[in-house]
């Protein structure tokens, strides 16, 4: 039982290049998300689903997409990134609802130069 | 718009002694708080809960007070462990985070 895996760990990402970040649970749960943390700063929401199929912008959506086409699965892509998407990506899950604990993966940390 | 705040970024305490974390919020509508540790290059852990239908709720050394009138929440531990040396976030329903506060526990 893995819990929530994320890959790859580091990235350095020119200005104007794409990436997926991935991220795979194996605890069956149902909701998902995407979170960034900037120094100094709390965890923003980027992007969350509830199930398969499902997924719904958070607090800072702009400048990625994500798809959920498995429970288990739920990649962020980065399209034309920019210097302000250097952060730290965690992806976390929970069961039934956001009230729900959330487990986290160990985090992505991206540098776009 | 910090609808979760957590205003001090630091805190250092002795061992032994009562860690106090504070967290105040602006939206009356909260009434689900969470509170999540994180050590350096790992993701954030779950440590404890507490529904607004409570005023406080106890796990071990870890305790969260609420306090609905004021929009205020806070974390107690007792007593500090140099293992508690960490980062403390605390959490809302709608899966907002406050900023943290960097817990240091000196032995």
């Known amino acids: 039982n893995a819990g929530v895996t994320q890959t790859p760990k580091f990235r350095i990402l020119k200005i104007g290049q794409s990436m997926t970040l991935q991220c795979a649970q194996d605890?069956?749960?149902?909701?998902m998300y995407w979170y960034r943390q900037d120094p100094g700063m709390g965890l923003k929401l980027i992007y969350y689903?509830?199930?398969?199929?499902?997924?719904d912008k958070g607090e800072v959506p702009n400048g990625y997409n994500v798809s959920r086409s498995t429970t288990e699965d739920f990649p962020l892509r980065l399209e034309l990134a920019a210097p302000s998407q250097t952060s730290v990506y965690f992806c976390?899950?929970?069961?039934?609802?956001?009230?729900?604990?959330?487990?986290f993966g160990p985090g992505t940390r991206l540098t776009v130069l | 718009d910090q609808q979760v705040k957590q205003n001090s970024p630091s805190l250092s305490v002795q061992e032994g002694r009562i860690s106090i974390l504070n967290c105040d919020y602006t939206?009356?509508?909260?009434?689900?708080f969470l509170w999540y540790k994180k050590y350096p290059a790992e993701g954030p852990t779950f440590l404890i809960s507490?529904?607004?239908?409570?005023d406080k709720n106890e796990d071990g050394r870890f305790t969260v007070f609420l306090n609905k009138s004021a929009k205020h929440l806070s974390l107690h531990i007792v007593p500090s462990q140099p293992g508690d040396s960490a980062v403390y976030f605390c959490?809302?329903?709608?899966?907002?985070f406050g900023a943290g506060t960097r817990l240091t526990v000196k032995p």
């Open positions: 939206n009356s509508m909260f009434d689900y």
């Open positions: 605890m069956n749960h149902n909701y």
């Open positions: 507490i529904s607004s239908i409570k």
């Open positions: 976390a899950s929970s069961l039934f609802r956001e009230t729900d604990t959330q487990y």
């Open positions: 689903s509830v199930g398969a199929g499902i997924t």
């Open positions: 959490a809302a329903l709608d899966m907002r």
